[in-house]
Nanobody
Framework: QVQLVESGGGLVQAGDSLRLSCAAS????????LAWFRQAPGKERVFVAA????????NYADSVKGRFTISRDNAKNTLYLQMNSLRPEDTAVYYC????????????????WGQGTQVTVSS
């Protein structure tokens, strides 16, 4: 069992930056593939970024490439999402997710989820 707790969301203006964190705890959490997804009001949850246990493999959604950076600190069992040049269309609840090793963009393949943190970008 893995527990995930996100933090760092807030209200910012377009062009600003935010860094989200996700604290992981539980059995072997540092060995899991970790990812960020987001869900805007009235829309489906979509993939944002994923990173493997070692950090050797990283994947981003096209909509965030060049603006967002995913990273992890296994010693601290923490996942990060540095978000730069934020746009109003980035407004969503951001979720941290984990699975036992599958490197995927598909939400159905992630077993564990945090409660989400709201990011609102005003124009």
């Amino acid at each position: 069992q893995v527990q995930l707790v996100e933090s760092g969301g807030g209200l910012v203006q377009a062009g600003d930056s935010l860094r989200l964190s996700c604290a992981a705890s539980g059995r072997a959490s540092s060995t899991y593939t970790l990812a960020w997804f987001r869900q805007a009001p009235g829309k489906e949850r979509v993939f944002v970024a994923a990173i493997t246990r070692s950090g050797a493999n990283i994947n981003y959604a096209d909509s965030v490439k060049g603006r967002f950076t995913i990273s992890r600190d296994n010693a601290k069992n923490t996942l990060y999402l540095q978000m730069n040049s934020l746009r109003p269309e980035d407004t969503a609840v951001y979720y941290c997710a984990a699975n036992g090793g599958l490197f995927s963009t598909k939400s159905v393949l992630y077993n564990y989820w945090g409660q989400g943190t709201q990011v609102t970008v005003s124009s």
